[in-house]
């Protein structure tokens, strides 16, 4: 509704100007409602953005794994919203060696060109429907809180969204000063500096400075990268401005290649400085374990939201037999219990038991979908306390008298203690949906 306002607005405006002022400084005016609405309203419900490259930051060292410079993409919320951000980490795994590194940079995973952005346009400033931008395509990978939809995302459709493009390869770990040269190419490993660069330029440039609400969400290796940077962005945003965290499947177990990887990719990329000197000041004799989210989320102080599968396959399985699965979820989940939901009753998550990695949204739990859930848990903790300002337990109480009486839950597999489920209680935040693998029933859309 406020779309068509603001264009009529617009077009009654303009039938009132002279036409013999073509420098009116009305004329400024009425532009920037029509380029507003163009991005907003878009055409035919296109979600549209606006390419934003960073040259200047990029003369300074803030660079790609190519050497390009750091981008993102802005759409600008309505009037009544435009305080209100919301954020997505682009996603995209990592690479845990020069080999893969030099492969990244010649993708958009490792460079920011302009030829590997779908821009409506072929000249002038790049504009793009982020449904058909690979790697976010709305709800599959941005996730339901990027959609300018108000059925898929009630709250957050009309607030000031902003895609941070991931092109560093480390979750924007990395700030080594050294050029390196693989391969007669050029490698830059600056990931921290590109993702300080976009909130300087957000901070000083687009009015990140008078945000009054801000969702920080990543999906993947975006998920991770809100789960290591939160606290170091929370920081740097306006004090009183209501901030949450949103990892979608960012919660990785350190097994596997992808261990190996991050930590290749901890020391090549010299990482270190961006990564909880808290987490590492506790883990003094192997400091590269904070790079991985069940290490160092006990030190995250932001609260958070969490979305993730149980049966994730992008987890660094070592099976796809069921029995081995079903015991990796439980050990996943008791590990995301024991860091983040038991000891922090103020952090919530919505735990799907559906095959798929990132983008569950729109699954059901507790008679709920993940954006509502997420809705309920983000205006409700705007409150003094959490278990003050909501009125019923996500998990249902008949689920938590079972978990109190068996001190376990997914039907006795003992994935949690009944301790820290009871302490996660006082926020009442867990939206669960409680089955084993495989289960079709639980990728089942709201």
């Known amino acids: 509704m406020w779309c068509r306002v603001d264009l009529q607005i617009s077009l009654e405006f303009s039938s009132n100007l002279p036409s013999s002022s073509p420098r009116d400084p009305r004329m400024k005016t009425l532009t920037t409602l029509l380029i507003f609405a163009f991005l907003i309203c878009g055409v035919n419900g296109l979600n549209r953005a606006r390419a934003h490259w960073l040259p200047e930051a990029a003369k300074e060292g803030a660079v790609c794994l190519d050497g390009s410079a750091p981008l993102y993409y802005l759409r600008p919320g309505s009037p009544v919203n435009a305080s209100k951000w919301v954020f997505h980490i682009q996603g995209g795994a990592w690479c845990g060696s020069y080999d ?36 976010c395509n709305n709800t599959r990978w941005c996730g339901a809180p990027m959609v300018n939809d108000t059925i898929v995302n009630p709250l957050m459709h009309d607030w000031t969204a902003v895609l941070i493009m991931y092109c560093d390869g480390g979750s ?3 700030n080594n000063s050294t050029q390196t040269s693989y391969q007669g190419h050029p490698l830059f490993f600056r990931g921290e500096r590109v993702l300080n660069a976009i909130f300087d330029d957000l901070l000083n440039n687009q009015g990140l400075d008078r945000a009054t609400h801000v969702v920080l969400g990543g999906d993947s290796a975006g998920g991770q990268a809100v789960y290591l940077h939160i606290d170091a962005l ?35 990329m010299n990482s270190s400085g961006s990564i909880s000197s808290a987490c590492r000041a506790a883990h003094t004799a192997d400091p590269a374990a904070c790079i991985f989210v069940p290490v160092v989320a006990p030190y995250i102080s932001t609260r958070l939201f969490v979305i993730q599968s149980q049966f994730d396959p992008s987890q660094p399985m070592a ?42 949204w729109e699954f ?18 705007i409150a003094d306390s959490p278990s003050q300002s909501i009125v019923e337990h996500a998990v249902s109480s008949k689920m938590y008298n079972m978990i109190r009486r068996s001190g376990r839950v997914f039907g006795g597999r003992g994935l949690v203690n009944a301790a820290l489920v009871e302490e996660n209680q ?9 089955h084993t693998y495989p289960c079709e029933a639980c990728c089942v859309k709201g």
């Not at 059901?364 to 903790?381: D, K, V, W």
């Not at 006082?426 to 409680?434: S, T, V």
């Open 319 to 360: 099976s796809h037999d069921p029995a081995y699965i079903n015991t990796y979820g439980r050990n996943l989940f008791a590990s995301l219990f024991s860091t983040l939901l038991g000891p922090k009753p103020d952090n919530g998550a919505f735990l799907y038991s559906c095959y798929q990695h990132c983008g569950g």
């Open 426 to 434: 006082a926020g009442k935040w867990i939206w669960l949906q409680n």
């Open 234 to 268: 929370r920081s740097r945003l306006p004090a009183s401005a209501h901030v949450v965290g949103v990892p979608d499947s960012g919660y990785f177990m350190p097994l596997g290649a992808y261990n190996t990887g991050l930590r290749w990719l901890y020391t090549a």
């Open 172 to 174: 924007f770990t990395g």
């Open 364 to 381: 059901i739990a507790n008679g709920t979908t993940g954006i509502l859930a997420f809705n309920r848990f983000f205006t409700s903790t």
């Open 100 to 135: 893969d590194c030099l492969q990244r940079s010649q993708t958009r995973l490792g460079s920011s060109n302009r030829e590997f952005q779908p821009c409506l346009n072929d000249t002038g400033d790049c504009i793009v429907d982020l449904e058909h931008l690979e790697g």
